[in-house]
Each structure stands twice: as structure tokens, then as C-alpha cells.
């Protein structure tokens, strides 16, 4: 019998069970759960601007009465309302959502009142819900008033229990003003809080111009208003935001540099990113001190208290702030990118709204509430007026009305009578009722007929209302009661009237709660920082050696020493190895490198790898990609300014004198090309021609070319021919003899003034020309100011300076002048450059050591003189370079 009834039991079940697509219902199924999180938990509303939880706790709040204006309430009691009620999600999320909403720096508007530990900027977790109290702040009121006008729709709470309202009547655009974030399923949402009074302005503009575009708008709300301020780098993000629900904002932490110490700085941070922790901040700025990142922090203190953030970041000596703050930006949150992504749900589906779309919604949104509330406002009024009516047609006959209530037996019967019995009414009475509009007004042949309401609102009329003054009190209030009516309807009838209403309350809205803006905007488009703005600016001294070595030092490391000083130790070379070249530049610079295959590379200084005095360096090859057998000829630091290289020249001499002049730009601008990576031909080279020299120059300058016999030729660059190309040789500069070749180029001011007076003033010596420039001689005055000093050095040491006058200019393509005898004892020249009294040079010898001197220690002489000692070096060693250092007070 159990075998039979279990077959019948099974074949029954079998026919309950129904073959479905494993894959069709995972579909359904997550697909009903995402449109759940989606709509019930992570997307605010664009009406109100809230997530249901946030919703669900201002509601439970209000019917709560916690109101403003009463005492606070513990939060667990009100967690456990709105947990009980409307939101069964666990006690910790609501109390986080309700948590958020007290704290001033995560809302532009707090919509909850908290008493107690809410947390802070620091990241401190606030205090458990028993402990903490709370009620809705002020501007609450304008989120949840007119909810019993029947303004918007209830929806059955999770258990059917109760109800809950589907939107808050929001009489603000609440999703602009204090924004939202959270992460659906597919999908999220990132808005910005913007200033209260911005976004009201932008309102009523587009109430009284709806066809406005968002270019006008954005003349209202500048941009996101953070409640922790800060500075927004730029408006592109802005305005893609407002355009299109996407953007990017660059947010920086507001500093000043102060003053701490006599020598020393420090910045000082007032304001941080929105949504940054101000104890990670800090942490993460002291760990990039301590892993050497940022070098130039000596301390760092948090001096924040409740009058406002200040962290304070001291400096080393010497230590220049802004790089510091560049380096701040990039490694720590002192600079943040805010993704704007306002996505919310837009008649109850998600959308990409942008900044018109947001407060189109909202307004149409409101137009839909003030339409309910009037219609409830209108009906109440006439309710009211229903009766007040009754009670004056009542009053009109109050003898009547006593005797027929005395003669009854019981109220019921007298309601009865009162309804049956025709009223007369009275002409003014008669207009009151027309006005009024009541659908259940009986008039009939100027008789007036009681409903069972104005029945029972008389049976219940006390007595001392039958006095004269109370008599005329109800008159009163039936007038009132009229004029009432008619704004309703007036309001009902006219959208603009509709529409002032709106409008009305957004600026009392914006008069009580509206307040100056934190962020500042500053309406610079941003740019990403690049390297040189982390290096502080120092100089420094590049040192290239013959067999390839680079390195920069610090131009402090080469005191000056008096003329025939035997100098020191400048760079650690082998015996078959020297120093080639020397260059004084900046931390800033830019290089152009040019290799002895006629190539140019580029190069940052800062990318040299820094060493010490004595220091080797690095094979120049771990920076620049040489060839085989291809070496550094020379390399030109580039002036700063990008702008510089348009109008000038660069001019290229070789060995065997061949010379070409180009455009700067041509030569530095590499296009798609890579100049550190792959460099580029920028002359053509026979293969036993090298590249002396490359300098920066004008056409109204002069080229001097240096042999390594002591001859020079001077002509001017104008009558050189500009190339275009850069992959031909040049012309011929200068006629060498055998044995004999180019060492240097100078470029020199062109002059114009007479030769013999030019003769006649080099007949004085140097410490009486300008004594003569003072007995009124503006011909000898001109030449004292423009008066250039050529430096010629030679490899046993010796030097001298003399005038640049005492070189003629002549043709392009001759044998020269004598600049300084070539002797035994003085051996051959090595170079011959442009100096200035202030200046001071560097020579270096074949065995590493350098010498730094001061240009006013070497004495003008003739052009074709031999010179004094300058370095005094060993028996058998040479020099092999020497290099300018230019006065730095010079410009």
C-alpha cells in the first residue's frame, strides 16, 4: 500500500517539475538582481537626489519627529526605525549612510544633525551608534515638507506592513548640491557636490529661459564645490561634465609658503582633496622622505584644529618650494583627479544626464509637487469653506434653526430637518458660493439646501458663536477662505504663476542656507608636470671625457684659485683617457649633443647622472645610443625658453674650417623623432673632418674662427648663406695651413665704427680707455661699451686676453691674423673664446686636474703677444680644454 500511494506521490511531483534553460534563468535571475541594485540600493534619484537608504532615514526621521527644533535622539533608535521599518539591510550600512550625512566635509549640506563623534578628516571612525545622537538638520525641512499633501507617490515597505515614499518632495536640486556616488552592477555613479546658491541661479535661469544651453548655465555654476575646498586645476573637465554626465577635474590641496625660520621655508597646506584622508596624506608624504622620492623635507607637522586644516611641510635651506609642491602633486594626494560621472535614475531607468537635463528633471519634478500640493491645498480650503458656509446661511436664520433643533427629538432628527428644510440665502452669500466653486453647494432658486457635513458642523456649533462678533468672525473667515481659493486657482490655471511659486521658495531657499564657495577654480587648463618642474634649479658643471665619459657636479665643487695654481682633481681618468669638454649649464638645461658622425642628439641635464668631484661618471653611451666608433664632438645647452629658438641661428664649424649656418629650430625640433632614441644627421662630415664647434648665433653678429697655429679670421655671419638642409658639409671658412687646424669659433658683436678711430683707441692702454671715454668722445664712449675680450689659451698653460677690435673683419675663406704666438714654450692653442671681466674659467689637463680663475687676474695684451702662465702644470702634462664660467650676475 506505502509502495502504490509513493508511485502516485512521485508521478504527481513529476508533473509539478518543469524543464527551464539553465542558462535563460542565471539571465533572468541576475538580471532581476541587478535592476535591484540598480534601482533600490546604488543610484540616487534625480529628483531628490538620494539613494533609497538615505531616503528611507530622512522619512523615518520626520515621521519620527525628529525634527530640527526638538531634542536629538540616540542613533541607535533611529537606525533601528528605519532598519525595522524600511530598510532590513544590516544596522552598519545604515548607520554609515546616516553618519555620512552629518559630516561637513563629505556633504556641501549636512541633511542629518549629528551630536557626538561622527569621524573626521583624519579617517577616525566615528562612535558606536549608541553613544551618538542625531536629528534632521534645517535644510531637511525643505526635503521632506508637503508629504502628507499627497505631493508624491507611497510604495508598500519590504513586508507590506506600512509605506514608504517613493521620492522625496526635494524643494532644492539636492543631487547637484551635495551629489552621490556608488557602484551598481554594470555600472556607476560619481556626481560632485556644487554650491547651493550656483545651482539655484542656474534653476531660475532655466525657469524664465528654457531654451538655454549649457554654455549659459556654466556662467552660474562655475564647477564642483567641494566641502573640504581646494583648488580645481582647469575648466575642460568642467565643462565635459556639464556637457556630456562625463569629466575629469584635477583637485589640488590649497598652500601657502611661509616663512619659518631666517633662511629656511615651509609650505603650508589649509585645504586638502575632497574624499583624501589628512593622516594618509601625511603618512604617505613622510614615507617619500623616507624612501629619498622627495629630498629637500626636514619635518612635517600636523597643526589642524577646529578652527581648520594645517599641515605644516618644513624645508631644508636653499630648498626651493615649488618644486617640492610639483613633487607633492605627483607622489602624494596633495593632488587628485575627481571622475565626474553623473549617472542617476531619470524616470526610474538609469541615464547619463548632463548639467540642463539635471535641473530640467528637477523642475518638472517640482511643477508635478506644487501642482499636487495646490490641488490639496484647493480642496481642504473648500472643505473648510463647505462648512463655514453652512455656519453662515445658519446665522442668517438662527431663530429658525433654534426652534426646529428645540422641536426635534434627537439630533439625528434634527440633521434631518436641517437638510430637508430650503434656506433662503442672501445675495452676498450667493457670490461667496460661485466663488468658491463647491460641487456640493444644493442652490435652488435662491434657496440653499444644508449637506449632511454643514448639517452636523451646526448641531455642533457652540453657543457663544451666536454672538454678534463671532457671527461676523465667520464672515471674515469665509472671505479669507475665498481669496485663499482664488490663488489656488489661479495657480493652477497659469503655469507662469506655477512657476513663480518655484521660484519663490528656491530664493528663500538661497537667502537662509546658501554660503560662499569653498573650491576655488582656477581657469588655467591643466598640463601634466614634467620632469624638470621636480628638479631644483642648480648650476652645475658638465664634464664630457675624451673616451665617452659624462658626468654633472655642482659648480660650488670648483672653487677659484689664483692665476698659476696647480689646481685640483676634477674627474678620475685613466692615463689614456682626459677631460674633452666643459660646460657650465643648469639643472634646467636642455642639450643638444652632436656626435663626431655629424648626428645630433638631445639630452636633459638632469638625466646626467650626478658624481663627485673626483668622479669618473657614466658612459655617455647608457644615455645616447652611439654607433660604433662614433664619439661626443661637442654639445650646446639650449636656451630655456622654446619661444628663443624661432629667431636664432645655429653655426656649425669643422676641423679643416668648413662652416654652415641654419635655423636653431631646424636643428633642435625633432617632429615624431625620438633625438634622445635615434638622433639625426645634422651635417654632412668627410671622414677625416670632425666637428669643433657649435654655437648659437645671429646675423648681426660676427663668427671668429681659432687655429691651433694662433691664427684667427673674423667675418660677419650676414654674408654666410643660410642653409635649409642639414645633410650638406658647408662652405669653406677659413684657409688652414698644413699641420694646421680650426680649435674654436667665437661669436662677436659686428661693428661699424671707422677702423682709425677703432686704431686710435687701442693705442690707449686698457686701464686709460675708459678715462678717455670720460672727455666727452662718444665715439671712444660707443666702443668702451661694446667692447668684447677674446681669451686665447694655449697647452702648456699660458693665456692672455686681448680686445676684440684688434681683430679685423675680413672675408670668408682667408688665412686670418695672429691672434697669440705659438711657441715651444707655449705650445699650440687649444681654444679661444669670448670673456668678461667678472667671469671665471676652468681649465683642465690631459691627467684630470682642473683649475678654476678668475678672468681679472689675466692681463690684457696685445693681439699678437705670448701670454702669462695661467695654470702651472707638471713637466709632459697639457692642457687639454678649457670652458667659460659667465658671471651669473651677469643678466
Given at each position: 500500500m506505502s509502495d502504490k500511494t509513493s508511485k502516485i506521490d512521485n508521478s504527481e511531483n513529476l508533473e509539478k517539475i518543469s524543464s527551464i534553460s539553465l542558462i535563460e534563468e542565471m539571465k533572468k535571475s541576475y538580471l532581476d538582481y541587478a535592476m535591484s541594485v540598480i534601482v533600490s540600493r546604488a543610484l540616487p534619484d534625480a529628483r531628490d537626489g538620494l539613494k533609497p537608504v538615505h531616503r528611507r532615514i530622512l522619512y523615518a526621521m520626520n515621521e519620527s519627529g525628529y525634527n530640527y527644533n526638538k531634542s536629538y535622539k540616540k542613533s541607535a533608535r533611529i537606525v533601528g526605525e528605519v532598519m525595522g521599518k524600511y530598510h532590513p539591510h544590516g544596522d552598519s550600512a545604515i548607520y554609515d549612510s546616516m553618519v555620512r550625512m552629518c559630516q561637513s566635509f563629505s556633504m556641501r549640506l549636512e541633511l542629518v544633525d549629528g551630536q557626538g563623534n561622527f569621524g573626521s578628516l583624519d579617517g577616525d571612525p566615528p562612535a558606536a551608534m549608541r553613544y551618538t545622537e542625531a536629528r534632521l538638520a534645517k535644510i531637511s525641512e525643505r526635503m521632506v515638507n508637503d508629504l502628507e499633501k499627497q505631493t508624491i507617490s507611497f510604495q508598500e515597505n519590504y513586508d507590506d506592513t506600512t509605506i514608504e515614499p517613493s521620492v522625496l518632495p526635494a524643494q532644492f536640486p539636492n543631487l547637484l548640491v551635495n551629489g552621490a556616488s556608488g557602484i551598481a552592477v554594470g555600472m556607476a555613479t560619481n556626481i560632485a557636490p556644487h554650491n547651493l546658491g550656483e545651482v539655484i541661479d542656474a534653476t531660475l535661469y532655466t525657469i524664465d529661459k528654457p531654451d538655454c544651453n549649457i554654455e549659459d548655465l556654466s556662467k552660474f555654476v562655475l564647477g564642483p564645490d567641494f566641502p573640504t575646498g581646494g583648488e580645481i586645476i582647469g575648466v575642460k573637465g568642467i565643462r565635459d561634465a556639464f556637457k556630456t554626465g562625463k569629466g575629469v577635474c584635477i583637485v589640488r590641496s590649497k598652500t601657502s609658503i611661509e616663512n619659518f625660520k631666517k633662511d629656511r621655508e615651509a609650505i603650508v597646506v589649509h585645504e586638502i582633496p575632497y574624499q583624501v584622508n589628512k593622516s594618509k596624506l601625511i603618512e604617505k608624504i613622510a614615507e617619500t622622505v623616507k624612501n629619498s622620492i622627495i629630498e629637500g623635507i626636514s619635518d612635517i607637522r600636523d597643526e589642524s584644529d577646529r578652527n581648520g586644516v594645517r599641515v605644516v611641510i618644513e624645508l631644508k635651506k636653499d630648498v626651493d618650494p615649488k618644486i617640492i609642491l610639483n613633487q607633492l602633486y605627483k607622489h602624494t594626494l596633495l593632488q587628485t583627479t575627481f571622475n565626474s560621472n553623473m549617472l542617476a535614475l531619470n524616470k526610474g531607468k538609469p541615464e547619463q544626464l548632463n548639467l540642463k537635463q539635471i535641473i530640467s528633471s528637477f523642475i518638472e519634478f517640482r511643477e508635478e509637487v506644487v501642482t499636487k500640493r495646490t490641488i490639496f491645498d484647493l480642496n481642504k480650503a473648500r472643505n473648510k469653506a463647505h462648512i463655514l458656509i453652512g455656519l453662515v446661511v445658519a446665522n442668517e436664520d438662527i431663530d429658525t434653526i433654534i426652534n426646529l433643533i428645540k422641536d426635534s427629538k434627537d439630533s439625528k432628527e434634527a440633521k434631518e430637518k436641517l437638510i430637508k428644510k430650503k434656506w433662503k440665502l442672501l445675495d452676498k452669500n450667493i457670490n461667496l458660493i460661485q466663488l468658491i466653486e463647491d460641487e456640493n453647494t444644493q442652490i435652488n432658486s435662491n434657496y440653499y439646501i444644508f449637506t449632511e457635513t454643514q448639517a452636523k458642523a451646526i448641531l455642533e456649533l457652540k453657543l457663544h458663536k451666536l454672538t454678534g462678533i463671532e457671527r461676523e468672525d465667520l464672515k471674515n473667515d469665509l472671505e479669507k477662505i475665498v481669496i485663499e481659493i482664488k490663488g489656488y486657482l489661479d495657480i493652477l490655471q497659469s503655469r507662469n504663476k506655477l512657476l513663480d511659486v518655484i521660484k519663490k521658495e528656491l530664493l528663500d531657499i538661497k537667502e537662509e542656507f546658501s554660503n560662499p564657495r569653498r573650491s576655488v577654480i582656477i581657469d588655467k587648463e591643466y598640463e601634466e608636470i614634467d620632469d624638470i618642474s621636480f628638479i631644483q634649479k642648480e648650476n652645475i658643471i658638465i664634464t664630457i671625457s675624451n673616451n665617452g665619459y659624462i658626468k654633472r657636479s655642482h659648480l660650488d665643487n670648483y672653487r677659484s684659485q689664483r692665476r698659476g695654481g696647480k689646481g685640483k682633481t676634477g674627474m678620475s681618468t685613466r692615463e689614456e683617457d682626459f677631460v674633452k669638454e666643459i660646460h657650465l649649464a643648469d639643472t634646467h638645461s636642455k642639450l643638444l649633443v652632436f656626435s663626431s658622425f655629424g648626428k645630433v642628439y638631445s639630452l636633459k641635464s638632469f638625466d646626467i647622472p650626478e658624481s663627485s668631484l673626483k668622479g669618473r661618471g657614466k658612459p655617455i653611451i647608457n644615455l645616447i645610443p652611439l654607433s660604433d666608433g662614433e664619439k661626443i664632438a661637442t654639445f650646446l645647452p639650449l636656451p630655456h625658453d622654446e619661444d628663443d629658438?624661432?629667431?636664432?641661428?645655429?653655426?656649425?664649424?669643422?676641423?679643416?674650417?668648413?662652416?654652415?649656418?641654419?635655423?636653431?629650430?631646424?636643428?633642435?625640433?625633432?617632429?615624431?623623432?625620438?633625438?634622445?632614441?635615434?638622433?639625426?644627421?645634422?651635417?654632412?662630415?668627410?671622414?677625416?673632418?670632425?666637428?669643433?664647434?657649435?654655437?648659437?648665433?645671429?646675423?648681426?653678429?660676427?663668427?671668429?674662427?681659432?687655429?691651433?697655429?694662433?691664427?684667427?679670421l673674423r667675418f660677419p655671419l650676414q654674408k654666410l648663406r643660410l642653409f635649409s638642409g642639414l645633410n650638406?658639409?658647408?662652405?669653406?671658412?677659413?684657409?688652414?695651413?698644413?699641420?694646421?687646424?680650426?680649435?674654436?669659433?667665437?661669436?662677436?658683436?659686428?661693428?661699424?665704427?671707422?677702423?682709425?678711430?677703432?686704431?686710435?683707441?687701442?693705442?690707449?692702454?686698457?686701464?686709460?680707455r675708459k678715462n678717455n671715454t670720460n672727455n666727452n668722445n662718444d665715439k671712444f664712449s660707443e666702443l668702451f661699451n661694446n667692447e668684447e675680450f677674446l681669451l686665447a689659451v694655449t697647452s702648456n698653460g699660458f693665456g692672455k686676453r686681448s680686445s676684440a677690435y684688434e681683430y679685423r673683419i675680413s672675408n670668408r675663406g682667408g688665412k686670418g691674423i695672429t691672434g697669440i704666438l705659438s711657441t715651444k714654450k707655449n705650445g699650440n692653442v687649444i681654444d679661444c673664446f669670448v670673456i668678461n671681466e667678472k667671469d671665471q674659467i676652468i681649465m683642465v689637463s690631459d691627467k684630470g686636474q682642473i683649475i678654476r680663475v678668475n678672468i681679472n687676474q689675466i692681463r690684457i695684451a696685445g693681439r699678437s703677444t705670448q701670454g702669462v702662465k695661467i695654470f702651472n702644470i707638471p713637466e709632459g702634462d697639457k692642457i687639454v680644454y678649457v670652458s667659460r664660467i659667465q658671471d651669473l650676475d651677469e643678466d
Open positions: 629658438w624661432k629667431n636664432s641661428l645655429i653655426v656649425f664649424v669643422t676641423k679643416h674650417g668648413m662652416i654652415r649656418k641654419n635655423k636653431l629650430i631646424d636643428v633642435a625640433k625633432s617632429g615624431k623623432r625620438d633625438l634622445r632614441e635615434t638622433g639625426k644627421l645634422c651635417i654632412k662630415l668627410k671622414s677625416d673632418d670632425e666637428l669643433i664647434g657649435v654655437k648659437l648665433a645671429s646675423d648681426k653678429e660676427d663668427v671668429l674662427l681659432s687655429s691651433s697655429n694662433g691664427k684667427c650638406s658639409g658647408g662652405v669653406r671658412g677659413m684657409k688652414l695651413e698644413k699641420n694646421n687646424m680650426i680649435i674654436s669659433q667665437s661669436i662677436l658683436k659686428h661693428s661699424i665704427i671707422d677702423i682709425s678711430i677703432r686704431q686710435d683707441y687701442l693705442k690707449f692702454s686698457s686701464e686709460n
